[in-house]
């Protein structure tokens, strides 16, 4: 290390700090670049722990200068309201998982096991550098978890709770039970086959009875244990669905575990007959792996949209009315309370920007990594990060009504509507399961019939390989892995069925302002009736459209507009109302004006006057009769061209649109639409849908406007695109939570991966149970061999689902 470099973080020390801030460490002298670095090598060095200077392969991060201030924000994690979120209660100790930041190297774990052991209260910690995260176990009379924050910031290092939802802690829950069975299913089924085998293949040489039976009671002491515990998942199950008058694939798995279990006692205390202990410990251990695996496969899938909370910082900074600023917690602000959003840090709740400019990260919502530029009237969700400037926010949902929030809910309401394809495997799987049990009824009839010996072992074989465990599992855990797929790119189902449906969508119809532009209008032409007053009309106009949603809005109060605040000041608007597909009215100093289409605006006995204004799509009337009128254009999004090039070769095209024919044609000249409607009201769009599907089209709908929600609730699939008014993202079927039409042919590549997929587990789960089954039935398959075909089919099924992860 440089003699003028920070012997804690290898910053370069200034020349005026030289000799300003040192330690000593190791025998020697050492400067520090500040005093945050300073305080953390004091601590470290009077805690014993100057070894971690000589274990350590890359320097600390630089410490904050500021660490005293910030140990004191440390204690809003105290709240007991807070904790029980994050905190788990473990006997009379508390335990945390915590999000660690600063490690660069193994040595940080290290030094952060041995500074936190030395603690008094706090009995376990354990560091997982990979992952950065470190199990905290303590005493809550003993110690508070802020200071065991605060003894982590000493040494320089930033720990903070690790947020899992309520579905990541059920997984834990249950994976925690599942290793407990499967690992003493898979350590018992090592055992038993080390004796059965040694026995089958007389490696042991010729032994006496005594010790055969011997070894046959071992075997039995060992396979009990799988039996009873391992094996118990598969008898609740079994339970569950005979309490409800019905079956599953459990029911025939608890007959052949508890069969062949009982068989074995039987021949093992009367010392005569053949016994599987060693199938029924691998048919338990490997029914126990496939579905394990396919656990793992829906925790992986679900991660990606259930782990979204653990974006959201607890806590907030909370402007109060005389201007101070508090820190509380995230959750326990209200709508329109007031926030202070800092550069570099993560927005706490949904709001509207006041006041700030700043680009802001939202990939964790959309899936888009350039950053977004938010300034007043800007829309912010909770758990994107303000990337530079700061800004001041007011409230518009309370963090239980987020939006990270909403996405986990719509994600789970939407596995709850099933695609026929799973309705209809899942019916088969329950009378292939009758059917199964029907077929083992009458094989071991015919076999005692005949009076063979195997007639018991031959019905085991049955119930063991045709059970339709790969069936079941065939659509769900395709549909899980592809909603985490879509997920993770910033598009957001809300119905499973709907990848179903858009695999067979010919047609696809789409709204022009908002979906094929960028919906960032420009007024490029005004023209003013005579004897109007330029600026009051203008000012007119930009009162009226602060109150609208539309897109077209944007273009009187942005850049090239007015100032939105000033005209609200001097024209206070009442009485508004909005026309979907028409315009807006709103009374201004007792007058009413209306604003939008000509169709709408302009009576009918001055809808000739708009004749002076050729190019002109929003007029400005009063009482009918123009008062104004604007040309306000604007322009295709990047993406536009290179989507519907994509989308052109499996479907046909059509834009409806409310903006004028004219300027639909101009927009569309050069894209591959095949039909182009203007000047279309939402009934009329709505009419038009209904004719492409009484025609036997399958129509998808994407649009964004509130005039859009008619005939989005109408098509075969919607879609609301981009930055959707509410109203559209209610009646639409998927949300795109980014800004880029590509994701369109993404979700429907993926729908038609889906279908394969789907199509190829159902074919390999139910072509196999077809063609082991005369094996099964003439008695040419033993049980052991009827227990690795049928897990191995499941194996099979969880992982080409697994694939559509990686595609």
Known sequence: MAMHDCYHCGLPV????????????????????????QAVAEAIVSNGLEDYY??????????????????????????????????????QHKQIQLTLEGITCAACGWLIEKQLSKVDGIKQVAVNVQERRALVTWLPHDIKLSQILSTLKRIGYVGSPFHPDEHEASYKREQKTFLKKLGLAGIMTMQVMMLMTGLYFDWFGAIELETRQYFYWVALTLTTPVVLYSGSIFYVGAAKALSARTVNMDVPVTLAIFGTFFAGIRSTVLEQGEVYFES???????LLLSRFLEHRSRHRAAQISANMMQYVPV????????GSMTECLAKQLKVDDVVLVKPGETIPIDGIVIEGNAAVDESML??????????????????????????????????????????????????????????????????????????????????AYQGSDEAFWITISVLVATCPCA?????????????????????????????????????????????????????????YADGVDSDKALSIACALESRSEHPIAKAFNGDNGCDQRAKNELHKVTNFSVT?????????????????????????????????????????????????????????????????????????????????????????????????????????????????????????????????????????VAIAVGNATDVAKTAADVILLGDQLLSVPELIQTAHQVKQKIRQNIGWSVGYNVLILPFAVSG???????????????????????????K
């Open 14 to 37: 200034a020349s005026s700090d030289e000799g300003k801030f040192t330690t000593v460490i190791l025998g020697q002298q050492r400067d520090m670049c500040c005093p945050g670095c």
């Open 54 to 91: 000589q274990f350590r392969t890359e320097p600390a991060q630089k410490s904050d200068d500021s660490i005293l201030e910030t140990l004191d924000k440390l204690k809003v994690y105290d709240d007991p309201s807070l904790q029980e979120e994050f905190v788990f209660e473990e006997g």
């Open 280 to 286: 029924i410990c691998m048919f338990i251990f490997l």
């Open 315 to 322: 806590s907030a900074t909370k402007l109060l009315q005389d």
């Open 366 to 447: 959309t899936g888009e990594f350039n950053p977004v530029r938010k300034s007043n009237n800007s829309t912010v969700y909770g758990g994107t990060v303000c990337q530079d400037g700061s800004l001041t926010i007011t409230v518009t949902q309370t963090l239980k009504n987020a939006l990270v929030n909403q996405i986990v809910r719509l994600q789970a309401s939407a596995m709850a509507s099933k695609p026929k394809a799973a309705q209809i495997a899942d019916n088969f799987s329950r009378y292939f399961v009758t059917a199964v049990l029907l077929i083992s009824a009458l094989t071991y009839s015919f076999w």
């Open 471 to 527: 069936l079941g599992l065939a659509t769900p855990s395709a549909l899980t892995c592809a909603m985490a797929k879509l997920n993770r790119q910033g598009i957001l189902l809300k119905r499973a069925d709907a990848l179903e449906q858009i695999t067979d969508i010919d047609t696809i119809a789409l709204d022009k302002t908002g979906t094929l532009t960028q919906g960032k209008f420009t007024i490029t032409n005004a023209w």
């Open 580 to 716: 979907p597909g028409g315009g807006i009215s709103g009374e201004i100093n007792d007058t009413m004006f209306s604003m939008g289409s000509a169709a709408f605006s302009v009576s009918d006995i001055y809808i000739t006057s708009i004749e002076q204004y050729p190019t002109a799509n929003v007029f400005l009337t009063v009482e009918g009769r123009i008062m104004a009128a604007f040309e306000v254009r604007d322009s295709l999004r990047v993406d536009t061209k290179e989507t519907l090039n994509l989308l052109k070769t499996n479907h046909e095209l059509a834009v409806l649109s409310g903006d004028t024919q004219q300027n639909v044609d101009v927009l569309t000249k050069t894209l591959p639409i095949s039909t182009a409607i203007g000047g279309l009201t939402p009934e009329q769009k709505y009419q038009a849908v209904k004719t492409l599907q009484q025609t036997g089209a399958k129509v998808m709908m994407m649009g964004d406007g509130i005039n859009d929600a008619p005939v989005l609730a109408s098509a075969d």
């Open 780 to 806: 040419l398959l033993s049980p052991w061999m009827a227990v690795v075909g049928m897990s191995l089919s499941s194996i099979i099924v969880v992982t080409n689902s697994t694939r559509l992860l990686s």
